[in-house]
């Protein structure tokens, strides 16, 4: 399974910016995918993710900023991001869980917002 994750960028604060994530090697119509961050000495969390059937799950510190969605045949996950914060500064990683369970990492993407 390969994540390839873009989209990342420098913006300031109150921009916006938009996350692709293109996978392969699975089923992704069958797969829970998403996004989780990880700001420099803390550790990984997640951001948003969303399930075969389209159920989403968010961050309580980006619901109703950030917006997951999907494609499955284009087997893409996108995190639109919106009103962002200095303290949305962080890797991204996109995030996929197979239809048998197995979890796999993205390579990471740099989102830096400035104040």
């Known amino acids: 399974v390969q994540l390839q994750a873009s989209g990342g960028g420098l913006v300031q604060t109150g921009g916006s910016l938009r996350l692709s994530c293109v996978a392969s090697?699975?089923?992704?119509?069958?797969?829970?995918v998403g996004w989780y961050r990880q700001a420099p000495g803390n550790q990984r969390e997640l951001v948003a993710v969303i399930t075969p059937p389209g159920s989403t799950n968010y961050a309580d510190s980006v619901k109703g900023r950030f917006t997951i969605s999907r494609d499955d045949a284009k087997r893409t996950v996108t995190l639109q991001m919106n009103s962002l914060k200095p303290e949305d500064t962080a890797v991204y990683y996109c995030?996929?869980?197979?239809?048998?369970?197995?979890?796999?990492w993205g390579q990471g993407t740099l989102v830096t917002v400035s104040s």
């Open positions: 995030w996929i869980s197979t239809s048998n369970s197995r979890a796999y």
């Open positions: 090697g699975t089923i992704f119509s069958l797969s829970a």
